[in-house]
Structures are given as structure tokens and as C-alpha cells.
């Protein structure tokens, strides 16, 4: 079965009662973890983006700490993971100020916690890509900002 369009949806949906799309809402929270994360962010924390902002922050600086550096295996499954998290949360906010502060903070926290980069070529790849992920959001800014967001940033 072919899903459809979203164009299709929106008519479909703007066609419906209130109570109907409160039903349809609650229903996709109880399908994926990750609808319900999105639901709950555009309905408690959408209004205040620093604060969420500040939220994944200390949430990567966490899970950072609690990482398994007995091994690289562990190191990089870690990294992956923590990364695979900020990334999500950047889909949520869909702001490019706040994916270039997310991805600086992440870029960050793997140069302070001490990480061997130079010991993985996959690590040192991820590192890289993200930096370009940096670039590409950082010239769609505005230039102060792209001064300060560029400061933050420890190479």
C-alpha cells in the first residue's frame, strides 16, 4: 500500500473536527517513542527554544560522562549513539541556530572528554562531517552570529 502525499493530508486533515485530530494525535504518541518526543516538544517546549536548547545540552554533557572508554569499539558506538540523539532533537527545533549550537556543543564535548580521535578513521570521519554540518548551518546565519557560534567552537 502507497501512503499518501503529504498534500493529501493536509486537505484530508483541514476537512476534520478538533476532536478528531485530538484522537489522531494521541494516536501516533502511542505508535513511536520518538512521535510522542515530538508531540511533547512542540506542545511544552517549542515556545522557549534556549531552554530546550540548554535541555539537550546537559543531556549530551551526560551522556558523554557515561561513556565506556575501556575500548574504541565502545567509544565509537557511544559517540554514534549520542550523536544519533542530537540529531534528533535538531529535526525537532528545525532551527539553524540551534543545529550549529548543538553540533558545536557536540563537536565540543568530544575534544573535552578527552576521546582519541586520532585512533579511529571512523571517528576522526565522524568529527569531520559534522564540522561541515557546522559550515553549512553557520552560512545561512546571520554574520554576528556566525562570529559568536564560530568562537565556541575548540578546534
Not at 515556545?47 to 558523554?64: G, H, L, M, P, R
Request: with cysteine.
Amino acid at each position: 500500500m502507497k501512503p499518501a502525499s503529504i498534500s493529501e493530508i493536509k486537505k484530508n486533515l483541514e476537512e476534520r473536527g478538533s476532536n478528531e485530530l485530538l484522537e489522531y494525535c494521541l494516536r501516533l504518541a502511542r505508535f513511536k517513542k520518538e512521535n510522542k518526543e515530538l508531540l511533547a516538544f512542540l506542545l511544552f517546549e517549542s515556545d522557549n527554544i534556549s531552554a530546550y536548547t540548554e535541555n539537550v545540552k546537559q543531556e549530551i554533557d551526560e551522556q558523554f560522562e557515561e561513556i565506556n572508554k575501556s575500548n574504541i569499539y565502545f567509544i565509537k558506538k557511544s559517540v554514534r549513539k549520542i550523536l544519533r540523539s542530537a540529531n534528533k532533537h535538531i529535526r525537532f527545533c528545525s532551527e539553524k541556530q540551534t543545529e550549529a549550537e548543538l553540533l558545536i556543543h557536540f563537536c565540543n564535548c568530544l575534544n573535552k572528554f578527552s576521546i582519541p580521535l586520532k585512533k579511529s578513521r571512523q571517528l576522526m570521519n565522524l568529527y569531520e562531517s559534522q564540522l561541515k554540518k557546522i559550515d553549512t548551518a553557520l552560512s545561512m546565519l546571520h554574520p554576528d552570529l556566525q562570529y559568536d557560534l564560530k568562537k565556541q567552537l575548540l578546534r
